[in-house]
């Protein structure tokens, strides 16, 4: 269940200090919205000052590993975030580790993602600041650029034509529905990361409502950050990427402190 403002257990100060002391950290954030800020043309979104650097500096702390979990392209991701190897990039909602491979993609998503494109295009083209987006394992449309009424208008077309065929998964978020055809989410996502280093105690920041699914797997001892407005399961809020960068750098000194 979702809540306005969750009752919390510690002041974020102080689960943060908590966090850092934890033997194998693990620290994700989503990138636009979150290290980014939100810009009409989503080829020119760029991380805030300082919050690369940040999740660098945590990636070089012992026993700590950070990522970035988007719903972007993985390479169009890998473009724009400009990480080093050091920090790990997670692309189309948890779907794509490594760029050209998507979990669990075979012919029947293939042949469905074509049709999903081609019904989006059809539904669309031609309609003014409205544009469909090709990803390796879903299709997104924004609406970022377009009037509130014709915003509203390829929403619901969206959601109800393409977006109710069989296989199909509705991802709603700020100015854009996505239809995947997988299933996986950022919760996976998470779960395969944390596995992999076996993290005792995670970090995940998001904005938007694809990151509730990460937000929803984690646990005690694990810290959640919602990014801006709106109702959430994370347990903090914060109001923009420029604090999202402040508590990056206020985890990595903790986290310094402690090695
Ligand atoms: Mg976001």
């Known amino acids: 269940m979702m809540v306005e403002d969750p009752p919390r257990r510690l002041a974020l100060p102080a689960a943060l200090r908590e966090l850092a002391r934890t033997p194998r950290l693990l620290v994700c954030c989503d990138f636009d919205g979150t290290i980014s800020a939100l810009v009409d043309d989503p080829s020119a979104a760029r991380p805030v000052d300082g919050a690369v650097l940040a999740l660098d500096s945590l990636a070089t702390r012992p026993y700590t590993w950070s990522a970035i979990v988007s719903g972007r ?14 920090v790990h990039l997670v692309g189309s909602h948890g779907a794509e580790f490594e760029v050209g491979t998507i979990v669990a993609f075979g012919p029947v998503q293939s042949t469905l993602l074509q049709v999903v494109v081609e019904q989006c295009h059809t539904l669309v083209d031609g309609l ?9 394992a879903s299709v997104a449309v924004h609406v970022r650029r377009a009037t509130q009424e014709v915003a509203a208008r390829v929403l619901h077309v969206i959601r109800t034509g393409p977006g109710e065929l069989d296989g199909v998964h509705v991802i709603k978020g700020k100015d854009v529905v996505e239809l995947a055809v997988m299933s996986s ?29 990460a937000f929803a797997v984690l646990g005690k001892g694990d810290v959640s ?11 903090w809020r914060l109001a923009d990427p420029a604090a999202v960068v402040r508590l990056l750098r206020r985890l990595d000194s903790l986290r310094s402190a402690d090695a």
């Open 73 to 86: 392209a993985l390479i169009d991701l890998t473009r724009l975030a400009d990480v080093s190897e050091r």
């Open 128 to 136: 003014p600041g409205v544009f469909v987006e090709s990803k390796p």
């Open 225 to 235: 950050v919602k990014v801006g407005m709106g109702p959430t399961g994370a347990t």
């Open 185 to 213: 989410g950022k919760g996976d996502a998470v779960d395969v990361l944390r596995t992999r280093w076996a993290a005792t105690g995670t970090l995940f920041v998001g904005d938007d409502d694809t990151d509730e699914a």
